[in-house]
């Protein structure tokens, strides 16, 4: 099993920065790639980016491309999310998320992709 736990969350003002971070443990070595995702309040769970572990490749939603920064440091077996420019509507749950195995045309954008997950960090942004 992987293990997946999120952090860097917390409030900032709109047009602020926050960096996320998502430490994993376990068998690590399985994981193909990891994603973002998030859930505000009464909405699906949205995917944000996903970075594969070995050659680096990332695919963003286009909601966030340009203002998201997805990456990892294999080393430390985390992946981050850099983001900027942040607004109220940014304000949710972010989960991270891990998958073992990649697909041919699949670019992990939706939640059954992934095996594992984190519990989640807050973000709030103030307008």
């Known amino acids: 099993q992987v293990q997946l736990v999120e952090s860097g969350g917390g409030l900032v003002q709109a047009g602020g920065s926050l960096r996320l971070a998502c430490a994993a443990s376990?068998?690590?070595?399985?994981?193909?790639?990891t994603g973002w995702f998030r859930q505000a309040p009464g909405k699906e769970r949205e995917f944000l980016a996903t970075i594969t572990w070995s050659a680096g490749r990332t695919y963003y939603a286009d909601s966030v491309k340009g203002r998201f920064t997805v990456s990892r440091d294999n080393a430390k077996n985390t992946m981050y999310l850099q983001m900027n420019s942040l607004k109220p509507e940014d304000t949710a749950v972010y989960y991270c998320a891990s998958r073992g195995r990649l697909r041919v045309g699949n670019l992990g954008t939706t939640i059954q992709d992934y095996d594992y997950w984190g519990q989640g960090t807050q973000v709030t942004v103030s307008s």
């Open positions: 376990g068998r690590t070595f399985s994981i193909a790639a």
